[in-house]
């Protein structure tokens, strides 16, 4: 799945008043149309050696993976919840932000599995992720 501008302007509807406000996670889109997200590595994402804290990758990985199935199904009435990550942490990092970069690999009708390579501002790799989503209908 390929996104637009405009999709990147929806995703951002979802930060508001969230863990992904708190982190300052913004979302775009690459020339090839993946979606992105992108953290900054500072106190509110650092470990206490100083370092990106791994719960705060996965919770990048995670949130680019959520929005990004949740915009194809939400117009549709449904919404999505994630149910399985994975995360190597390969290379760490002190300071500037990291980018997520998320390919949809399965879109089925009741799942969705998305990769993510999570990167520093020099582009090498620092993380590999994967996620799985279950599309569901939304609770009243």
């Known amino acids: 799945m390929l996104f637009t501008t405009h999709q990147v302007v929806q995703a951002e509807r979802f930060r508001?008043?969230?863990?992904?406000?708190h982190l300052d996670i913004r979302f775009g889109v690459d020339a090839m149309g993946h979606l992105t997200a992108s953290m900054p590595v500072d106190h509110r994402t650092h470990q206490p050696a100083g370092l990106?804290?791994?719960?705060?990758?996965?919770?990048?990985?995670?949130?680019?993976?959520?929005v990004?199935?949740?915009?194809?199904?939400?117009?549709?009435?449904?919404?999505?919840?994630g149910i399985e990550l994975n995360v190597n942490h390969l290379k760490g990092v002190r300071d500037g932000r990291v980018i997520a970069t998320g390919e949809l690999?399965?879109?089925?009708?009741?799942?969705?599995?998305?990769d993510i390579r999570v990167?520093?501002?020099r582009e090498e790799l620092v993380a590999v992720c994967r996620l799985t989503n279950m599309i569901i209908d939304p609770r009243p």
């Open 119 to 121: 990167r520093n501002e």
């Open 16 to 21: 508001p008043n969230t863990l992904v406000d």
């Open 52 to 66: 990106l804290h791994g719960g705060a990758t996965a919770a990048l990985a995670e949130t680019l993976g959520s």
């Open 105 to 114: 690999v399965h879109r089925g009708r009741t799942t969705h599995v998305w």
């Open 68 to 81: 990004g199935s949740a915009i194809p199904v939400v117009p549709g009435g449904k919404t999505t919840v």
